[in-house]
């Protein structure tokens, strides 16, 4: 816990004349579960995606364990162990679940046996569930299932220290939910895995995550453990556009609440 | 309900299903093997063509079915290797096999060099920079008259003294089964993995880690190389080459073949191949109109059947599996 695991030095990237992100600086500590919010578009997928490497900063660095990964394409980034889910689930969907996590063994770092690996992956399918479905085209699973086979891909990579979550909860069946606070809860634990997630639902973030950063315009502006963070008066005028008491994103009034998980404002406070 | 579940164990990466199918490989080249001696020598000559163009189409199918990289430049890495190994067999001297080889050598390079060139297109973009170094290829080898003989055609050394089909036969039989099987072990490997992830979404392979640029490249090369010595052998078979032979319609025929056959299955191609070849032959008395049935079954089947005779030939057989 001496060092932290991910360091975000002065991150910096613009498209075109919008700056996406703009001078991020913050650590996590080793084994950390820390959420990230903030309204639509403040740029907090393209942070994910400056970490990934899907992104290249205009400036800044991304540290790793105290390595830099400036200029490291995503399969040397994942090679160094960190991980990610998408947005909108992205699933190899011609191949079946089961193939979806042999992918993962099949990666050019890594060297685990084909015995060995087909075990782990049935034992990780166990894990969310998904073990009725391993020989099931991945086009033929709902969003939630297709959530769920995301995150599985995720913990199925070795080594494994960081996590990047974008919304994994967004549109999923609480049952799902449910499991996949249980995975993430479980991998966190038994093997000291960081996760950085991405999330509007307050209460399951409130169950996951120590700490809570807030996005908005691509400046990090707030950090803190949730219920502090909720009160922050720059976090209610970021999502709420006017300063004002009372109208911070708490609990059971979480910011995109609305079904399809994409408004960043909160439904009416009344 | 019991025959289902055994039609359902048949199903993809069953260990059950791969010993069926590697028997009935065999059984199937046995009987491949021995075909010539039961037909005349015009038939075999048919045949033969046709073994060609299942190699073309299985390792096209690697490149634009597997791995989702649509080109259009197989038919003329096709006529480079032959021209390749046609012009070092007479301009240099080597044996002809050696051809062949610096052939499958060069057309390897050659992919390997468009794999890196068009690593960031995909779809229409690849089709049509693949297509335009196609074109390139053959208006050169057809003005490089000097060196080439241009439209004239070049006269090739025949790689066997035979002048019976027969022995070149088994040549392409032993050279389409030795294509199919390569893939098959390379489709199951880690590679094909690796490939197949690739097809489905390049930004998910390369962020858990597979190096989608080394394994575009390979595929390229791969493909591009089995084409090239195809393209060698089949000129040392017909002993003349020309830029004729690598006009589109030669791409047209091996996508038809692949669509036909079934993308995305070991067999499709093979099946595809042998079709279209025979059904060309059949009809040649009616001349290009047959390109136009072709194109029409080709629509019909991605209409109705996606999957191709092999995806027909599948459901035929569940649905008797099912009633037996």
């Known amino acids: ?270 | 309900m019991i025959p289902l579940g055994w039609a359902r164990a048949l199903g993809p990466g069953m260990p059950g299903a791969s010993t069926v199918r590697a028997a009935g490989a065999a059984a199937g080249l046995a009987a491949a093997a021995l075909l010539p001696f039961a037909l005349g020598s015009y038939p075999v000559h048919v045949l033969t063509v046709a073994l060609y163009y299942v190699i073309l189409a299985s390792s096209w199918n690697l490149l634009a079915g597997y791995t989702g990289l649509f080109s259009l430049a197989h038919h003329a890495l096709a006529g480079l290797g032959g021209y390749t190994s046609a012009l070092l067999v007479l301009r240099a001297g080597i044996p002809v096999p050696l051809g062949i080889a610096c052939g499958g050598i060069l057309t390897y390079a050659t992919g390997y060099a468009m794999g890196a060139l068009t690593l960031r297109m995909r779809t229409l973009y690849l089709a049509l920079a693949t297509w335009a170094f196609a074109e390139s290829t053959r208006v050169v080898i057809s003005m490089e008259y000097g060196l080439t003989r241009g439209d004239l055609g070049l006269a090739v050394p025949k790689l066997l003294a035979a002048t019976s089909p027969r022995p070149y036969y088994e040549v392409f039989l032993a050279a389409a089964a030795a294509t199919v099987a390569g893939l098959a072990i390379l489709l199951r490997s880690r590679i094909g993995y690796r490939l197949r992830a690739i097809r489905d979404d390049e930004g998910v392979a390369r962020a858990v880690g597979v190096n989608t640029v080394r394994w575009k490249r390979f595929v390229f090369a791969l493909s591009s190389g089995i084409a090239g010595a195809a393209g060698a052998i089949y000129g040392h078979y017909i002993g003349l080459l020309s830029p004729v032979g690598m006009k589109f319609d030669e791409m047209a025929l091996v996508i038809i073949m692949v669509v036909l056959g079934g993308q995305r299955t070991l067999a499709g191609p093979v099946l595809g191949a042998a079709v279209v070849e025979v059904a060309s032959e059949a009809l040649r008395a009616y001349g290009q109109i047959r390109m136009v049935v072709f194109a029409l079954t080709v629509l019909a089947v991605m209409r109705i059947y996606p999957s191709g005779l092999m995806g027909i030939a599948r459901a035929m057989a569940r649905r008797w599996l099912a009633a037996a």
């Open chain 1, 1 to 270: 816990m001496d060092d932290p695991l991910l360091i975000l030095d002065g991150l910096h990237k613009s498209f075109g004349g919008v700056a996406a992100v703009r001078g991020v600086s913050t650590t996590l500590a080793r084994g950390e579960i820390r959420g990230l919010i903030g309204p639509n578009g403040s740029g907090k997928t393209t942070l994910l995606n400056l970490v990934g490497g899907q992104t290249r900063p205009d400036r800044g660095w991304v540290v790793l364990a105290g390595r830099s990964l400036e200029g490291q394409p995503p399969d040397a980034i994942a090679a160094r162990g960190v991980a990610r889910t998408f947005q909108l689930p992205r699933v190899f969907r011609h191949m079946t679940v089961l193939e979806n996590l042999l992918v993962v063994v099949c990666a050019d770092h890594r060297r685990a046996g084909w015995v060995e690996a087909r075990r782990d992956a049935e034992a990780l399918l166990r894990l969310v569930h998904l073990d009725g479905l391993a020989h099931a085209e991945a086009r033929t699973l709902s969003g939630g299932q297709a959530m769920l086979l995301q995150l599985a891909r995720c913990l199925a990579q070795r080594p494994l220290v960081l996590c990047l979550l974008d919304e994994p909860f967004a549109g999923v069946h609480p049952g799902i939910k449910e499991r996949m606070v249980q995975a993430i809860h479980e991998t966190n634990r038994a093997h000291g895995v960081t996760f950085l997630v991405v999330s509007h639902e307050m209460p399951t973030l409130r169950r996951l995550a120590g700490r809570v950063s807030v996005m908005h315009n691509g400046a990090w502006i707030a950090d803190g453990p949730l219920d502090a963070v909720a009160r922050d008066p720059r976090v209610i005028e970021a999502y709420l556009g006017r300063p004002g008491p009372g109208h911070g994103p708490e609990e059971g009034r979480a910011p995109g609440r609305a079904a399809d998980g994409h408004s960043g404002q909160p439904r009416d406070p009344a």
